[in-house]
């Protein structure tokens, strides 16, 4: 219908007073994995929700694949799987009977769910749990079932809100790996989570969102590479600190030299061509480095810088 | 073909996922056996004390009907008063419980329309009640040795506790939506149904009593024979309706007034149906249109 699976235009709840998303704009293209940061009450969960059907936009549209939430729940409820941030299951229901249950919701004939079934606890490593009672798995099974409910009916779009918390280190990495794995078979997923660095490894956009604000959308190289106008290096030597600091300031594009011990923390506005040319110029300048670099920019620096104090308004 | 395909309907909605998990959680927990059990004793306790009342006077005539009428009458109020009793607590938390558990919203990002949803749970809790009044038939089996009650008049009670069943059920899972708490939509039906015992019976009271004292309205007595309504929305009454075959309502069709409804000509029991479908459609609207907020802007699924 449309390249784009998520189209949000002005989006806005409110709870009484208080108003959880302000006006918000967004598009998710399809097959993109998009990260929704924000801290906590920042109105992820809200906007989830309103793209699950679970709430009605005060104002605003949010369309998925081209049809309206609010004019075509049921067509929408096909096309998505959804995963909240705290959810229960049926204590007395065995794993495959839980399985069974949400495809029979989504109208899967039982000989079809018969072969689905196995193939999905597969996918989320439960095979060898299929005959347990839901409520004796770990907290990090329950999370890996429900994320197969979310893929009983083979949805086109995952909404996983905050889908790792609470998992222990271990479970966490098979989240990644099960998420990895779908984002390879072309699903759309938007994955929220305030547990940054969990998120860059498999994020195409990020959404940052601060007090129902969107403050920043977009691929994650191109935010990545905004704030990375001004990059900071951090250059070793055997000594010389101080020369090398009034010889690094007399460079162009460096901004701020700061020595620490060993250690020179470099402000740099340039490029990568550039950053080669400054240590090119120091080696000439016969200066012993022993390492230069630069300091890696991760999803939690872009998302602090960017909400610092952006969107803080109330 | 064709013929068979609202059977095929009916068949298929009663084999839906909802239907069968709410019958497997509910039959695989202890506290469903505890609860039929418990039904049973109370029941059985009080055909115990019933029955040796007849009993004692089968000494002097055997075929006393009139005692087993009696014995039957007293056993149908006692299983009315249990169902009473029991159907806001097996419905009112249907939906509460599941938003209380956090599985509700799983529940509503399927293709299960909110009409399956809450039809779906609503049989499933009345099927339990079911199984529990059918229980008691036993019970009523010992009524028979006795003789003078049909199995019309049994049939005809067993359908009138089903009816009850699902007046209050609707009840139960319609306040269920509207609150969040089960405790509070529990609490609120027991309310609502002990109005429909005790309230509409203080009202009848309360208006003939002022009728009877203080000449209420000023006008023949036949003319104020509209407060027996009252009566025939109270399910005690019309349970007495149905098991007396009453002609109480004959006193509205022989009164004096003028304009006279269609509600002035037919049994107690039949106002009492009639009253109580109404407001059990409404109920099961209500509860529909509840469950998802999404879906009142537009569709209604």
Known sequence: ?314 | MSKLQPLQSVKQFFMNPVIDKEYRLRMRTSRSMWTLLAYLIAMGLFSGVIFSIVGIDMRNSIYSSGFTGIAFIVLSFAQLGLIAFMSPGLTAGVISSEREKQTLNLLLTTQQTSFTIIVSKLIASISFMLLIVFSTLPLYGIVFLYGGISPGQLLSVFAFFIFNMLVFGAFGVLFSTIFKRTMIAVIVTYGVVLFMFVGTGIIYLLFSFGYNSYGFSGNNPANDSWILHFLAINPGFALYSVLDGGDWYMSLARSSRASKTFFDHVPFWLEYVIFYTAILVLAIYGAIRNLRPVSRKKQGV
Do not use: W
């Not at chain 1, 998420?179 to 860059?200: D, N, R, V």
């Open chain 1, 1 to 314: 219908m449309t390249d784009n699976m998520i189209e949000i235009s002005g989006l806005t709840k409110t709870f009484g007073t208080f108003q959880a998303l302000k006006g918000i704009d967004m598009i998710i293209p399809k097959g993109s994995v998009f990260g929704f940061v924000g801290p906590n009450g920042a109105g992820k969960s809200t906007t989830m929700s309103i793209i699950a059907t679970l709430m009605l936009p005060t104002e605003g549209t949010v369309k998925v694949d081209g049809l309206d939430v609010t004019e075509h729940p049921h067509e929408v409820r096909k096309k998505i799987g959804y995963m909240p941030d705290f959810f229960g299951v049926y204590d007395q229901l065995k794993t495959e009977e839980y399985l069974h249950f949400y495809g029979g919701s989504y109208g899967i004939p039982r000989k079809e769910r018969e072969q689905l079934i196995p193939q999905l606890l597969e996918l989320v490593n439960l095979s060898d749990k299929k005959d347990a009672y839901v409520d004796s798995l770990s907290r990090g099974m329950k999370q890996r079932l429900c994320l197969a409910r979310c893929l009983v009916h083979d949805p086109e779009l995952l909404i996983l809100d905050e889908p790792a918390s609470g998992l222990d280190p271990r479970a966490r990495i098979e989240m990644r790996e099960i998420l990895k794995e779908l984002k390879s078979m072309g699903k759309t997923i938007i994955i929220s989570s305030h547990i940054l660095p969990e998120l860059a490894e498999m994020v195409d956009e990020i959404g940052v969102i601060e007090h129902g604000n969107m403050i920043a959308v977009g691929n994650i190289n191109l935010i990545q590479q905004q704030l990375m106008a001004k990059r900071q290096l951090t250059i070793k030597t055997s000594g010389r600190q101080e020369e090398l600091k009034q010889f690094l300031l007399d460079q162009p594009l460096v901004h701020g030299v700061f020595i620490d011990g060993a250690k020179l923390e470099v402000q740099f506005s340039g490029q990568d061509a550039e950053q080669a040319a400054l240590l090119k110029h120091i080696l000439l300048a016969d200066y012993e480095v022993i390492s230069y670099q630069e300091q890696q920019t991760d999803l939690e620096d872009i998302f602090l810088a960017i909400t610092k104090g952006g969107g803080a308004e109330q």
